[in-house]
């Protein structure tokens, strides 16, 4: 099972960004995809998930502002950031039916 995350980068607060993670080894039609991130000396947390049947939740801090998304025949999960702030700076991380990818990092600053 291989899960690679691209999209990320460096922006000012207030812009977006979109991550995306290509998966492949398992079907992904029932499985739960979520992204976590973790930022400098803090725990990893969950920003948001979507289930098999295309339910999302996300996390308080990030709810209004970004969406997640999945294309099962592509194999992929998307996160779209809006609104970025600085305290949305950290290594994001792409989560697949106990699998992860190594993280892609997004740094939010002027």
């Known amino acids: 099972v291989q899960l690679e995350e691209s999209g990320g980068g460096l922006v000012q607060p207030g812009s977006s960004l979109k991550l995306s993670c290509a998966v492949s080894?398992?079907?992904?039609?029932?499985?739960?995809m979520a992204w976590y991130r973790q930022a400098p000396e803090k725990q990893r947390e969950s920003v948001a998930y979507?289930?098999?049947?295309?339910?999302?939740s996300y996390a308080d801090s990030v709810k209004g502002r970004f969406t997640i998304s999945r294309d099962n025949a592509k194999g992929t999960v998307s996160l779209e950031m809006n609104s970025l702030k600085s305290e949305d700076t950290a290594v994001y991380y792409c989560?697949?039916?106990?699998?992860w990818g190594q993280g892609t990092q997004v740094t939010v600053s002027s």
């Open positions: 989560w697949a039916g106990g699998f």
């Open positions: 080894g398992i079907i992904l039609s029932t499985v739960t």
């Open positions: 979507i289930t098999g049947g295309g339910g999302a």
